[in-house]
């Protein structure tokens, strides 16, 4: 078959598996095994795809036609500024969680100006999984410490290759966010930010397809899905200094519970921030 001949093919395969958008897959796949975009397939798709390959984009494309994350098929995936490393047994990096990482770094500027580059802070990324919003962090105030707490070994793996690939100061942790003494390994806060997991356990049966490749521990927030905010607000706000600012990122029905967990914490002026999608995304708060 041409090159023109074997993108349609595995196209074909996506869009008749139901996936919701298989010309953007396809040519993800396609220039991952051929090293082609779409201008240079146009110019070069009547030349053989060569049989290799061939064999290795519809293999991907199968593999994504079952439910497999294109993200995982791929190896990497941009957030921010960056191209992280993901695969099995870590989250993905999503573009709403873009949006914690700009408001977390909005607040703390709003709360102390004095901030600048983030000398002399301490900043901390809980459940940190691919170290997505802690790098992101990092590049917003490349003088601060920046710590990034991730319990589980197939998520950190993640997290300290991605340190490695942007060469980012991130300091990783391997700590349980749900036990008390873990917050008690980090210095006083300036800011705290988390993307938790937060879907409750009854309702992940019921994900889009693609969620159930990646880890449950990433998703599962505990029966009303807020475990990790109550943790959050007992173990961890304490860590914030005077004027520190708490971030976290929420489901969509998430925004009045967790508000009234940070409030009884001690936390004041809650904020809610709603994402490209009109639904409550970010919750920042301040340490009275």
């Known amino acids: 078959m041409t090159l023109e001949e074997t ?83 870590v989250l993905v990096p999503r573009e709403e969680t873009e949006l914690l990482v700009r408001e977390g770094a909005a607040r703390l500027r709003r709360e102390r100006p004095a901030a600048g580059d983030g000398a002399g802070l301490a900043i901390a990324d809980l459940c940190s999984g691919s170290g ?87 998703l599962d927030g505990g029966g009303d899905g807020l475990v990790f905010y109550r943790a959050i607000a007992s173990f961890w706000t304490p860590r914030l200094v005077p004027g520190g600012v708490c971030a976290v990122e929420i489901g969509e029905e998430q925004a009045a519970p967790v508000a009234a967990l940070f409030e009884a914490a001690g936390l004041s002026r809650v904020e809610v921030t709603r994402d490209f999608n009109g639904f409550d995304r970010v919750v920042t708060a301040v340490k009275s």
């Not at 293999?59 to 695969?87: H, I, N, T």
């Open 7 to 89: 993108y349609r093919e595995g196209r074909r395969r996506l869009a008749a598996a139901g996936v919701d958008s298989p010309a953007f897959d396809a040519i993800s796949l396609f220039q991952k095994y051929f090293g082609l975009d779409r201008q240079a397939l146009i110019l070069r798709g009547a030349e053989p795809a060569g049989e290799e390959p061939s064999r290795a984009f519809l293999s991907a494309a199968d593999e994504r036609a079952a439910g497999r994350p294109l993200q995982y098929l791929l190896g990497v995936w941009p957030f921010l500024d960056m191209e992280l490393a993901v695969g099995e047994g």
């Open 132 to 218: 997505a919003v802690a790098l992101g962090l990092a590049g917003e105030f490349p003088a601060a410490s920046v710590f990034a707490v991730e319990r589980f070994p197939a998520a950190f793996s993640y997290l300290t290759e991605n340190i490695r690939r942007t060469g980012r100061p991130v300091a990783p942790l391997a700590l349980d966010v749900l036990r008390p003494e873990s917050a008690g390994e980090l210095p006083a806060l300036g800011l705290l930010a988390a993307n938790p997991p937060y879907v409750a356990c009854g309702e992940i049966d019921g994900l889009q397809r693609e969620l159930r490749y990646e880890p449950r521990s990433a």
